[in-house]
């Protein structure tokens, strides 16, 4: 078969691995750039309802633990313009 993308689609993947994430940037700044026009009170928001708060938004996504990283990935892809998730094994 063929697949053949819509009109405007936009593609969101989830990495079982959490690869889309950069380990070296904190949760926020991983959060910023998935969403670079979301002003700073909708982002923190956003991670707020994903239970990151206060300092939790200025650790590395390297030191997180695996459930906290699942979470931040979910958050990026909630605040991506992205219109289909491809989810693998979440």
Not at 49 to 68: H, I, M, N, R, T
Request: a negative charge.
């Amino acid at each position: 078969g063929k697949v053949v993308p819509g009109h405007g689609l936009k593609l969101g993947y989830y990495a079982q691995e959490h690869e889309t994430l950069d380990p070296d940037r904190t949760v926020l700044e991983n959060m910023r750039s998935s969403a670079p026009d979301m002003d700073l009170v909708a982002i923190r928001k956003t991670l707020g309802s994903f239970l990151f708060s206060g300092d939790d938004v200025d650790k590395p996504a390297g030191v997180l633990s695996g459930g906290e990283k699942t979470r931040l990935a979910l958050a990026t892809l909630v605040v991506s313009s992205a219109n289909v998730l491809l989810l693998d094994e979440p």
